[in-house]
């Protein structure tokens, strides 16, 4: 059993335990039965309308169904209904606890509002921040040419605070699946101001541009173009120099004010042990270029959770732990 299978058949049996009815996600009730007809059934809560938009907004249809496929936030191996029930609970409540569980701060007060200046770093200053902000589907621009760039980077999940935004990268079960991973089109290499204090990721992108024969489970062009964006709306540093008429690479530092966190699921065997090989190889190019790249399964984090933060939160925590543990 590949880690796909593992995932899927784990994710039926939740299912089954609860008493839900399985269906194929191809209108009508067609392929393999791993979808639900019910869109709560496959959320601890129901989405929030300022979620719904969110997701309705995006081009993934997520939660609407469209002519020949259910929505793909119904299926029960969907990134996206993993996401929404591990952050949307907090949304109310603060992610400080959530924020610990994912080894972003050290383990702090409850009350909501505290923060760490320098998250994501091996000596936080802990401080008071009010107004820590979840809020998913996060779109950051690239490039400002619309017609060569007509997508921008879609993040699933931003943490907004007063000194370091943290943008999160959630993978369940993508990685476990035998489709090839796309490279780095060439309009990205092309475009030299897009690596102004990038210089080890430049190289990276090049060995996956335009095609990926490198990563089989992580897919590195997509958090690449994560860091270009995020780079994009954060740093203030001047792309390029040019000198007597020729461009170049200028290395700088970039403002380090955010975090991206890779959330994935993990499994055993061989799927799981190679993918984990990618994710510490991609993170050591992105700690050469100062890019706060940080990893964390989402069982770590379900179980400090449920060990660290299970009173007053007991329903959420045994949802999670029945579910993906």
Known sequence: ???????????????????????????????EKNYLSDLANNLFEPLTEENVKRFDS????????????????????????????????????????LLNACRLTS?????????FKNIGSDSPIEIRIPNIEIRFEEQFEICEDKH??????????????RYVDIAIESKFSEPYGNRKLNGLKRKYIDDISFWDGLPNLYELAKEISPDNNKFRHLDAAQLIKHILGLKKKYSNTPRIVETQGI???????????????????????????????????????AEKDNIRFKHITYQEVIAKLSKDFYQGNEAYCNYLTDRYL
């Not at 249809?61 to 969907?78: F, P």
């Not at 991206?260 to 993170?283: M, N, P, S, T």
Request: proline content about 3%; hydrophobic content about 35%; some cysteine.
């Open 1 to 31: 059993m590949n880690g796909l299978e593992f995932i899927k058949s784990k994710q039926q049996n939740w299912a089954k335990r609860k008493g839900f009815e399985l269906a194929g996600g191809t209108i009508p009730n067609k392929g």
């Open 107 to 115: 383990k702090i007060d409850r009350i909501d509002g505290y923060m």
């Open 58 to 97: 995006g081009d993934g249809n997520e939660t609407k169904d469209y002519k020949t496929r259910l929505a793909k936030m119904k299926a029960l191996h969907s990134s996206s209904a993993i996401v929404v029930n591990l952050f949307q609970y907090w949304q109310e409540k603060g992610p400080c606890s």
């Open 247 to 285: 461009r170049k690479l200028r290395i700088s530092p970039l403002h380090k004010n955010f975090c991206l966190l890779y959330l994935w699921y993990d499994v055993l065997g061989k799927d799981g042990f190679r993918h984990r090989e990618e994710i510490e190889q991609f993170a050591k190019v």
């Open 148 to 161: 060569l760039f007509p997508h921008v980077s879609n993040i699933d999940v931003i943490i907004y605070s």
